[in-house]
């Protein structure tokens, strides 16, 4: 069974810094793009940028290039999403979700992680 | 970038309820259009793919057309499980979501 778990709930002060994981099993972790998705609390869906943990080839959306960092350790199956410097807009629910097949061929998001909500407030 | 416009924002609905959602891209975006059901609290999950390839396990009530700048999901009969937000996502040029449609118990 394709699972992709993340990690828990997170609060930080703006300025601070965290790093989110997603961690996938039941299938070859690095054969599959790997994707972020933002969602403000009771707004829509936003992406955020992809990564293939084979070989770590990112892309971002502009919206969010040089606001986040994407990063995968394929040795234990693992993507990651940072921030180094929160602001309180950062305040969200943000998914991670795998793409069935390769961006340039066209590819929707078929297997979503459960979300994890970060909450930057002083 | 290209822009997913949804019609309408919300839906009030019966059971047993034929229901359509409309989605308009800004551009053409071929067939890569996708359709999501997201509950309160929990992830989206595909439910159309590739413009009408329904994703396994979802029952055959759901079935979406189009292609170019307007597409549609239909949902053939409302049942008590499928009131939740709907999201359209085009992935021709990176991934758009369309704004969502709340089905709402009418």
């Known amino acids: 069974e394709v699972q992709l778990v993340q990690s828990g709930a997170e609060v930080k002060k703006p300025g601070e810094s965290v790093k989110i994981s997603c961690k996938g099993s039941?299938?070859?972790?690095?054969?599959?793009?790997i994707g972020w998705v933002r969602q403000m609390p009771g707004k829509g869906l936003e992406w955020m940028g992809i990564?293939?943990?084979?070989?770590?080839?990112?892309r971002y959306s502009p919206s969010f290039q040089g606001q986040v960092t994407i990063s995968a350790d394929k040795s234990i199956s693992t993507a990651y999403l940072q921030w180094s410097r929160l602001k309180a807009s950062d305040t969200a629910m943000y998914y991670c979700?795998?793409?069935?097949?390769?961006?340039?061929?066209?590819?929707?998001?078929?297997?979503w992680g459960q979300g994890t909500r970060v909450t930057v407030s002083s | 970038d290209i822009q997913m416009t949804q019609s309408p924002s919300t839906l009030s609905a019966s059971v047993g309820d034929r229901v359509t959602i409309t989605c308009r891209a800004s551009?053409?975006?071929?067939?890569?259009l996708a359709w999501y059901q997201q509950k309160p609290g929990k992830a989206p999950k595909v439910l159309i793919y590739k413009t009408s390839s329904l994703e396994s396990g979802v029952p055959l009530r759901f079935s979406g057309s189009g292609s170019g700048t307007e597409f549609t999901l239909t949902i053939s009969s409302l049942q008590p499980d499928d009131f939740a937000t709907y999201y359209c996502q085009q992935y021709n040029s990176g991934w758009t979501f369309g704004q969502g449609t709340k089905v709402e118990i009418k």
């Open positions: 551009q053409s975006v071929n067939i890569w």
């Open positions: 039941g299938y070859s972790f690095i054969s599959y793009w």
């Open positions: 979700a795998r793409l069935p097949s390769p961006p340039n061929w066209g590819s929707h998001f078929d297997f």
């Open positions: 990564i293939y943990p084979d070989d770590s080839d990112t």
